[in-house]
T-cell receptor, first 115, second 113 residues
Framework: AQKITQTQPGMFVQEKEAVTLDCTYD???????LFWYKQPSSGEMIFLIY??????QNATEGRYSLNFQKARKSANLVISASQLGDSAMYFC????????????FGTGTRLQVTL | GAVVSQHPSWVICKSGTSVKIECRSL??????MFWYRQFPKQSLMLMAT?????????EQGVEKDKFLINHASLTLSTLTVTSAHPEDSSFYIC?????????FGQGTRLTVV
């Protein structure tokens, strides 16, 4: 069975600094996708970045990058130049058989950006 | 652009009543709709998966008679919480999927008093 682990319940980062949010996963399936979502207090789920298990390069989307280490089964999210608006819950999620099938979520990390 | 519009965004209801939550896919056809529940300070847990025109598949531990899911068309899926009780108070969110892309609804915060 697949499992997603986020070991950091909460993180603080100073504005303009970079921060890494950890995510490890466990699966025996060779084909899978890894997602990161941001959930502000409003509750909406905002898609940030996606990494496919066969992708050779780490995914990047603006200030977001995914540090994908397949052998270690980790998919950490790196946010560069943090902004106050980045304060939110961040969820790592995993899917199988393509990019948009059923998602299994980690427990989340609450990020607080300080001045 | 393609989105999933979820309504209502919040609802307060009396214990014992039923509440219907709608998710409409706009500018795309959601062949599959995933329904998630999120308790405060917890992660999203999949409740059920529905495919247009067929019965929903419920995750283990989710009462199908309590959480009625209808996916009668490619653009509308509904979740009805029947005989709601305070323990059903939660954040419910849908995710529509059309084989190539997926979009979350905005979520519904249900409070049962």
């Amino acid at each position: 069975a697949q499992k997603i682990t986020q070991t950091q319940p909460g993180m603080f980062v100073q504005e303009k600094e970079a921060v890494t949010l950890d995510c490890t996963y466990d699966t025996s399936d060779p084909s899978y996708g890894l997602f990161w979502y941001k959930q502000p207090s409003s509750g909406e789920m905002i898609f940030l970045i996606y990494q496919g298990s066969y992708d050779q390069q780490n995914a990047t989307e603006g200030r977001y990058s995914l540090n994908f280490q397949k052998a270690r089964k980790s998919a950490n999210l790196v946010i560069s130049a943090s902004q106050l608006g980045d304060s939110a819950m961040y969820f790592c999620a995993m899917s199988f058989t393509g990019t948009a099938s059923k998602l299994t979520f980690g427990t989340g990390t609450r990020l607080q950006v300080t001045l | 652009g393609a989105v999933v519009s979820q309504h209502p965004s919040w609802v307060i209801c009396k214990s014992g009543t039923s509440v219907k939550i709608e998710c409409r896919s706009l500018d795309f056809q959601a062949t599959t709709m995933f329904w998630y529940r999120q308790f405060p300070k917890q992660s999203l847990m999949l409740m059920a998966t529905s495919n247009e025109g067929s019965k929903a598949t419920y995750e283990q531990g989710v009462e199908k008679d309590k959480f009625l899911i209808n996916h009668a068309s490619l653009t509308l899926s509904t979740l009805t919480v029947t005989s709601a009780h305070p323990e059903d108070s939660s954040f419910y969110i849908c995710r529509g999927f059309d084989r190539s892309e997926a979009f979350f609804g905005q979520g519904t915060r249900l409070t049962v008093v």
